[in-house]
């Protein structure tokens, strides 16, 4: 790599000391050519190659940059830069460069895979100041609000430095330099923060693997996530937490985009998806516990996943090896539950043809796991009491005593404590199971965890519908955001099932979820003032009056219109974007991030 010839135009004569001596403007190339960087000062005025030309003004070496590339004009105080129909193309923030395109400090122009980033400091365009965590997280906040509102996008970008010497301000600096006057810079801990408004996915990655060459001279071993609104969810906090966790399972130097898998668990047979931070410190928890012998209570609302957390204690215990028994004790009818625990023999009952081990058989030497545990019998809980405590059992039928090793692991929805005391429960079979206590947080308490438990059930069910994946709509993210999930986790799993066959396309929308879920703009009409025509309708019969109609919200109707028109127009066009955009008025800009956000898929020629 070489800096510009200072000889190729009369304005280059000036040193290169003189562009970095504080007088006048100070311009300058900060070029990034695989593991190599470089700072090529540029002239007052004149024309500058770039490409791998030995002649080229700007040389690089990497093989994806065309020999005669691109052309820097410095004319009248402003920067331009002119793809030279090379073959990969000039990228400007992002965007493909037609014409001469202006640059503007802090502006990041990509040549294959060599990247340039762009700095004046002639103070014409003032840098963005970098804010403190609590103004990071509100103007954050700010940018989920208009996600939701006006279905648009947002990114967070968290950098871990790493072993870096650079004080993280400087990085900070640094990033707010190379970012989009719209793009806010911060720190948040020990993380360097970027959110990006109005950049989802593919353009939010390609920005951050920019960053992280552009902090490569200075922070070898950085390493990024990232999180992106509507797909990671609507809560600030939340998305800074899922950056900065990707960030930290980063490789040095590259970057992690947070998704159900970052956080999956693999659990043998089973895996659990775990990513808010009390659900990651009580799984560590369990973790320790299941090395030890001790008897498990958990406490959790109905669907909140105690099974998992219960397989979790068996599969990192000793006792892996052996069976995993579970007994939904609400599920069976109180003259079952003995029998079905200690087993019986032959013509213990009417009905036992044939002898039958009960769970505890079935589950000695591994865990037996009772699922509501509070909704047995007091009859029933002495004799569980009894051989927790000899460890024996006697079959039902029987008068011979066996042997049985096993752990156990109870689980309730109800507050054991409350039950003993209203003498539902007895205290010494509450003493013998609660000897470490485990308490799962509901769904609603677990915003991390929402909208990937919502993508992976979406995947799941896609896969058994055999259907293309489908995606949530950052207004549907928003509806079951403001959910409480009274159900947790089962019914979220349900409700996803659901969606993925109502769905008619590729984007699930709120009137694709069930009924059972609230959401802004449900709310019966007055049939009287409704005209025939207007929306789609769904009559409800109410019981002292005539059939109301209900109707999707406004604002998504005009989305399916919007994502039809678009799909349209590019047929007519050929596929071409920028004629189909001018065929319906739109900007090609506003055209191409809508297409990627509608799933809108191009055919013929691009």
């Not at 003259?335 to 032959?346: I, P």
């Not at 024996?392 to 049985?404: D, F, H, K, N, P």
């Not at 919502?454 to 549907?476: D, E, K, N």
Request: charged share 25%; proline share 6%.
């Amino acid at each position: 790599m070489s800096s510009p010839d200072p000889m190729k135009t009369q304005e280059a004569r000036h040193s290169t000391a003189s562009a970095f001596s504080g007088e006048g403007q100070r311009r300058y190339l900060l070029v990034l050519d695989g593991d190599s960087s470089a700072l090529c000062p540029l002239p007052r005025g004149g024309t500058l190659l770039v490409g791998r030309a030995p002649t080229a003004d700007v040389h690089v070496e990497d093989p994806s940059v065309s020999r005669q590339h691109a052309r820097v004009l410095v004319e009248e105080g402003e920067v331009r830069i002119t793809d030279l129909e090379s073959h990969n193309g000039v990228r400007l923030n992002g965007e493909r460069v037609v014409g001469a395109q202006l640059l503007h400090t802090g502006d990041v122009v990509t040549l294959g895979k060599v990247t340039l980033v762009f700095h004046c400091g002639d103070g014409a365009l003032p840098r963005r100041p970098s804010l403190d965590a609590p103004a990071l997280r509100a103007r954050l906040a700010e940018e989920v609000d208009r996600v939701l509102s006006y279905e648009r996008a947002v990114s967070v970008v968290a950098v871990d430095p790493g072993a870096s010497s650079a004080p993280l301000a400087e990085l900070v600096h640094l990033a707010s330099g190379a970012s989009r006057m719209m793009d806010l810079t911060g720190q948040v801990g020990t993380s360097l923060i970027v959110v990006m408004p109005e950049l989802a996915e593919e353009e939010a990655e390609s920005a951050a693997h920019h960053l992280l060459e552009l902090l490569r001279p200075r922070a070898p071993q950085a390493r990024a996530g990232l999180a992106c609104a509507p797909r990671d969810g609507l809560n600030a906090d939340a998305l800074l937490a899922s950056a900065r966790a990707a960030a930290l399972v980063a490789p040095s130097g590259a970057l992690r985009v947070s998704g159900p898998e970052l956080y999956r668990i693999p659990l043998g047979e089973r895996a659990v998806l775990v990513a808010d931070s009390a659900m990651v410190r009580l799984f560590e928890l369990l973790r320790r516990l299941a090395s030890s012998t001790l008897p498990v209570l958990i406490h959790g609302e109905t669907g909140a996943g105690k099974e998992n957390a219960a397989w979790a204690v068996h599969y990192w215990s000793p006792r892996a090896g052996q069976r995993f028994v579970a007994l939904n004790c609400a599920a069976l009818p109180e003259n079952l539950v003995e029998s079905e625990l200690f087993g019986y023999e032959r013509g213990a009952f009417s009905g036992a043809d044939k002898p039958r081990a009960g769970l505890f058989e079935q589950a000695s030497g591994g865990t037996l796991f009772l699922d509501e545990v509070a909704e047995l019998s007091l009859a029933v809980q002495a004799k569980l009491l009894r051989a927790l405590d000899q460890k024996r059992i006697t079959r039902l039928g029987s008068a011979r005593e066996q042997e049985v090793d096993l752990r156990i692991v109870a689980a309730t929805h109800r507050v054991l404590a409350d039950e003993v005391k209203a003498g539902r429960f007895r205290q010494d079979l509450f003493f013998r199971l609660s000897t470490a206590v485990v308490l799962l947080p509901p769904l609603r308490d677990r915003p991390r965890e929402l909208p990937l438990l919502a993508q992976a059930f979406m995947a799941q069910a896609c896969a058994q519908a055999g259907r293309p994946l489908l995606h949530l709509s950052a207004a549907t993210m928003g509806v079951l955001s403001a959910y409480s999930w009274p159900g947790n986790v089962r019914e979220l799993k349900n409700v996803m099932e659901y969606a993925a066959v109502a769905a008619p396309g590729p984007i699930i929308e709120p009137s694709h979820l069930p009924d059972s879920l609230p959401r802004a703009g449900s709310a019966p009409a007055e049939s009287s003032e409704v005209p025939e025509t207007a929306g789609r309708e769904t009559g409800t019969a109410l019981a002292d009056g005539p059939p109301h109609r209900t109707f999707r919200p406004l604002a998504e109707e005009v989305r399916e219109l919007e994502r039809q028109r678009m799909e349209e127009a590019l047929e007519a066009a050929g596929g071409v974007q920028t004629r189909a955009a001018q065929l319906i008025g739109m900007p090609l800009r506003t055209f191409t991030f809508k297409r990627k956000q509608y799933k809108v898929q191009l055919r013929g020629r691009t």
